[in-house]
């Protein structure tokens, strides 16, 4: 017998989920969403179910994000019905959990990346170890910030948000805190009185007494430079800001955008951009068109794919290849 990958309980006042696909960190694929879905729809109005309580399995991931090999090859065999339905039901989701009228309390012990994200941002309370580490890594593989992030990092502090979705910075539980895509810092080794304390009480605000002291943001020393770079209208034009800083943290940060697929760039600094101004629906419905033109109508998607996570190889080919070449009008055409 093989065990579910999404395990939903009941224990005590809580809805307990637990992503349990260890070996793929826990990333998402469809009949986990098409769980998620039911949950929600079970325990949203259930008044004994006092909050949620979400998991990762394995002792290394939260949710490494979405499964985006299954996507590929999809893409690649031109099926779209699945592509389709695995972003509209994600999305779906992600929409769910901001109108859960209840808390969604997520323990992030470990890698939360993307999708993983999509799960706990929209509610919570959100916790963080000192082992979590969050990170969009979305335009090394040329797709773009989704799961309603588009939503979310226009409004972080600063630049914060661009910064993440462009470079696919790792963040440590303390710096998600200080750039408020966390709530609360919580040791690991306090997670299981965190959370019998949150199945006994069905009260949410205990997680307050399990909280550590916050050690100081790794990018601190780095925080007025990123917002005067990362905060430039163009990729191009924070390329430039960067080159002029002249620090050894502005070097890596243009190497690290120079590796990235250029329209992915592009489309996600468009996407933040627009984002500012949409309401969470609005933003999913923006994300949901651009995954149709990003993973069906550019070859980026599933080149980035490939080099990633199928032959690991880290030299990907993008089309065009340089930031230089990428037309504007094509990047404004995959947002019809
Ligand atoms: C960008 C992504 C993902 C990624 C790497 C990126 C992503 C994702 C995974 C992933 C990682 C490890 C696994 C797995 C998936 O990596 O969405 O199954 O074992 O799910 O650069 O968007």
Not at 10 to 39: Q, V, Y
Not at 105 to 110: F, R, T
Not at 211 to 235: I, K, M, N, T, Y
């Amino acid at each position: 017998m093989t065990e579910a990958s999404l395990i939903l309980n009941r224990e005590g006042h809580a809805g307990t989920i637990l992503m349990n696909r260890p070996k793929a960190l826990n990333a998402l694929d469809i009949g986990m969403i098409r769980n998620f879905a039911s949950a929600i729809a079970q325990w949203k109005d259930d008044a004994a179910v006092k909050l949620v309580l979400l998991e990762g399995a394995g002792g290394r991931a939260f949710c490494a994000g979405g499964d985006v090999r299954a996507v590929r090859a999809a893409a690649v065999a031109g099926d779209r019905p699945p592509v389709e339905a695995f972003f509209t039901e994600e999305y779906a989701v992600n929409e769910g959990i901001a109108l859960f009228p209840k808390p969604w309390v997520s323990l992030i012990d470990g890698v939360c990346m993307g999708g993983g994200i999509g799960l706990a941002i929209h509610n919570g309370p959100r916790v963080v170890s000192e082992h979590a580490l969050l990170a969009m890594p979305e335009t090394a593989i040329a797709l773009f910030p989704d799961v309603g992030t588009s939503h979310i990092l226009p409004r972080l502090p600063g630049s914060i948000g661009t910064w993440l979705a462009l470079t696919g910075a790792r963040l440590t539980g303390a710096d998600c805190v200080h750039a408020g895509l966390a709530t609360h810092y919580v040791l690991r080794e306090h997670f299981p009185a965190l959370r019998a304390a949150l199945v006994e009480s069905g009260d949410a605000s205990v997680v307050e007494r399990f909280a550590a002291p916050l050690p100081e943001a790794s990018f601190a020393p780095h925080r007025a430079a990123l917002d005067r770079c990362f905060g430039q209208d163009s990729v191009l034009g924070i390329i430039g800001a960067l080159q002029a800083e002249g620090t050894e943290w502005a070097a890596a940060q243009v190497k690290i955008l120079r590796r990235m697929s250029p329209t992915s760039l592009s489309v996600s600094l468009e996407l933040l951009r627009r984002g500012a101004g949409m309401n969470l629906r609005q933003c999913l419905d923006e994300e949901l068109k651009l995954t149709r033109s990003v993973v069906h109508d550019h070859p980026d998607f599933c080149e980035g794919v490939r080099s990633v996570l199928v032959d690991k190889d880290g030299a990907p080919n993008w089309a065009p290849a340089s930031l230089e070449a990428v037309d504007r009008a094509a990047v404004l055409g995959l947002f019809r």
